[in-house]
């Protein structure tokens, strides 16, 4: 019986949806971690204010629905980067003739060396996580990266890396310990963006993609709609039990206020800030 090869068109569609499976077996991991510390950066900024989240009413549901738009920009930002990493993956190995997919398939085919590469690479991404703990000059993480990797991670990768199931568990391993990373990293920044929005009123847009909403109202007194502490602008940080979580700029401080005597009015998402603009104007007159 004659030997039925495979057509163009299936070695095509086999290489396409091996392509997909590949980008999947990293990008899920990175997502699917970063999402689930998400949560401790929203928590640190609120707690910036003094307060958790479930304080201003964000749990995972409400904080789920915030990032939707998130990751849709997320999406199609990516894609195109994907794409672009790609296409310059293809022109380096076309400008070094093969040498390039060579020397990879080289690393992929010896389980030391491509355990040593996975190993270096998971030691580096717990640099925000001790960065979160501890302020740390490059020297010493780029020490604790490589003794981690070396003395934590370089034996099981290599011995991971010696059969196919090993491997795939080896990619979700790596790419969950990327994301994590990323997700420490990306605390760190939102530590720093909250800060700088209590000081100065002015919220950034890496606090707006993890929904964080910079709203502010003049609150007026619910029975006689005369305004309350002199008129002056309040964010409002969230609701919860029949309660608003205000952030007073002026003052500097967060306080609570009963929704049924409070209303809100002149509501602004996002107000523009004179350049120089700073809070604490009634703390600095009072001190």
């Known amino acids: 019986m004659p030997e039925v090869r495979p ?11 091996s392509l997909l499976e590949r980008v999947a077996s990293v990008v899920l991991p990175i997502g699917v971690a970063l999402y689930a510390v998400l949560y401790l950066g929203v928590e640190e900024i609120y707690g910036v204010f003094g307060i958790n989240p479930q304080q201003a009413g964000i749990d995972q549901s409400v904080l ?23 296409g310059l993956a293809w022109l380096v190995n076309v400008i070094t003739l093969g040498a390039a997919g060579r020397a990879v398939g080289w690393v992929r085919a010896r389980p030391w060396v491509a355990g040593l590469v996975a190993a270096l690479w998971s030691g580096a991404t717990y640099w925000g996580f001790y960065n979160f703990f501890a302020d740390l000059d490059l020297t010493i993480m780029v020490i604790i990266a490589v003794g981690l990797g070396m003395v934590t991670f370089l034996v099981p990768f290599q011995l991971l890396r010696r059969r196919p199931v090993g491997r795939a568990g080896l990619k979700v391993l790596v790419g969950g310990l990327t994301g994590l990373g990323l997700g420490f990293l990306l605390i760190l920044n939102l530590s720093s963006a909250a800060q700088t929005m209590r000081d100065t009123g002015q919220a950034n847009l890496l606090l707006s993609t993890v929904g964080f909403q910079d709203q502010w109202a003049i ?8 305004p309350l502490y002199d008129g002056r ?21 967060t306080f609570r206020r009963p929704m049924e005597t409070t209303n809100l009015t002149q509501v602004q998402l996002d107000p523009e800030r004179e350049e120089g603009f700073v809070c604490g104007s009634l703390v600095e007159e009072t001190a």
């Open 233 to 253: 602008w309040m964010m409002l940080l969230g609701e919860s039990d029949g309660t608003y979580l205000l952030y007073d700029c002026d003052k500097q401080e």
């Open 7 to 17: 057509t163009e068109e299936n070695d095509d569609r086999g290489s396409v949806i």
């Open 64 to 86: 789920f629905s915030r990032l939707m738009s998130t990751l849709v920009l997320v999406l199609l930002l990516g894609l195109p980067l994907l794409g672009l990493l790609v």
């Open 219 to 226: 609150l007026t007194n619910a029975e006689d709609d005369k």
